[in-house]
């Protein structure tokens, strides 16, 4: 295998693992942080420790400022407006089911890009799109969600699809790594503006918080982040966002293990025919 298909198909599996690490560690830590609080000293952090990095190393260039607002837009959206609601869901909802929901992302994101980005998608692609919504439908416990945790999980979906288009629209030539740095701060910003109108903030610093908190910033908003950055910049927005159909079938393992959280028959099936969505999707991409 060339290093082309290679990294093709390591991309997208290491985002998955890492992405779906963040909804069990997360959980883990809600039970000492107010959940909007958790993202902004998440993002403002690896902000940081980003900006720091690329400062000390000169290896990466500053984005220009001229793509300072598109990527402080994207990330208001693709961070803060996308985990803030998710963190708040995180409360009532297990994280195998959250993950579900972010599933839909990769259906949404493929039928915009073709009219929004002149993307094109051929019917196998497109089939294995509609058996990721199908087993999306089918896992979900819409019956038994309340109303408004899932009018939150709708907006984390919708600011997630809605910052990939807006991203690769307007800044999709920006090296991935301060590109990340500079979408975390819009991220921190819209996170400590919902802190201030609506949460009464409260933390403890136990020993699991630092822990769940350093492996989000390291791992997920610095690690996981750059990959899908990276596979924004090879390949089409739809086929990145594709990677979240392997999310639930992780996350559901990984809050199995960390939580003793488990899935029946039904949400099973689901999972399944999310992960052979995926193959059907990434088949194409190679």
């Given at each position: 295998m060339d290093q082309p298909?290679?990294?093709?198909?390591?991309?997208?599996?290491?985002?998955?693992?890492?992405?779906?690490?963040?909804?069990?560690?997360?959980?883990?830590?809600?039970?000492?942080?107010?959940?909007?609080?958790?993202?902004?000293?998440?993002?403002?952090?690896a902000a940081l420790v980003i900006f720091s990095i690329v400062a000390l190393t000169g290896r990466d260039k500053f984005p220009a400022l001229s793509h300072w607002p598109p990527l402080l837009v994207g990330g208001a959206l693709v961070h803060g407006l996308t985990l803030a609601p998710a963190h708040i869901a995180l409360i009532t909802v297990n994280a195998a089911p959250l993950a579900l929901v972010h599933a839909f992302h990769p259906v949404l994101t493929a039928a915009l890009a073709v009219p929004l980005l002149n993307e094109k998608f051929t019917p196998r692609q497109w089939a294995g799109m509609v058996l990721g919504l199908a087993g999306?439908?089918?896992?979900?416990?819409?019956?038994?969600?309340?109303?408004?945790?899932?009018?939150?999980?709708?907006?984390?979906?919708?600011?997630?699809?809605?910052?990939?288009?807006?991203?690769?629209?307007?800044?999709?030539?920006?090296?991935?790594?301060?590109?990340?740095?500079?979408?975390?701060?819009?991220?921190?910003?819209?996170?400590?503006?919902?802190?201030g109108l609506f949460e009464t903030p409260q933390v403890s610093w136990t020993g699991s918080l630092v822990f769940v908190m350093s492996w989000n910033i390291v791992m997920v908003s610095i690690g996981a982040m750059v990959i899908y950055s990276l596979m924004?910049?090879?390949?089409?927005?739809?086929?990145?966002?594709?990677?979240?159909?392997?999310?639930?079938?992780?996350?559901?393992?990984?809050?199995?293990?960390?939580?003793?959280?488990?899935?029946?028959?039904?949400?099973?099936?689901?999972?399944?025919?999310?992960?052979?969505g995926v193959w059907l999707v990434w088949k194409q991409a190679d």
């Amino acid at each position: 295998m060339d290093q082309p298909n290679r990294m093709s198909l390591l991309l997208p599996v290491a985002f998955a693992l890492l992405w779906a690490s963040s909804y069990a560690t997360a959980r883990i830590g809600l039970n000492d942080i107010s959940p909007v609080l958790f993202v902004t000293i998440r993002f403002a952090i690896a902000a940081l420790v980003i900006f720091s990095i690329v400062a000390l190393t000169g290896r990466d260039k500053f984005p220009a400022l001229s793509h300072w607002p598109p990527l402080l837009v994207g990330g208001a959206l693709v961070h803060g407006l996308t985990l803030a609601p998710a963190h708040i869901a995180l409360i009532t909802v297990n994280a195998a089911p959250l993950a579900l929901v972010h599933a839909f992302h990769p259906v949404l994101t493929a039928a915009l890009a073709v009219p929004l980005l002149n993307e094109k998608f051929t019917p196998r692609q497109w089939a294995g799109m509609v058996l990721g919504l199908a087993g999306v439908v089918l896992a979900f416990p819409f019956a038994t969600t309340q109303w408004s945790v899932i009018a939150l999980v709708s907006l984390s979906l919708a600011a997630l699809t809605g910052g990939t288009l807006f991203l690769k629209r307007f800044a999709p030539f920006v090296a991935p790594f301060p590109a990340t740095a500079v979408q975390l701060c819009g991220g921190a910003i819209i996170s400590a503006i919902g802190v201030g109108l609506f949460e009464t903030p409260q933390v403890s610093w136990t020993g699991s918080l630092v822990f769940v908190m350093s492996w989000n910033i390291v791992m997920v908003s610095i690690g996981a982040m750059v990959i899908y950055s990276l596979m924004l910049a090879r390949g089409q927005a739809g086929r990145a966002a594709s990677a979240f159909f392997v999310v639930p079938g992780s996350a559901a393992v990984m809050a199995w293990v960390l939580l003793d959280q488990t899935l029946g028959p039904l949400a099973l099936g689901g999972l399944t025919l999310a992960s052979f969505g995926v193959w059907l999707v990434w088949k194409q991409a190679d």
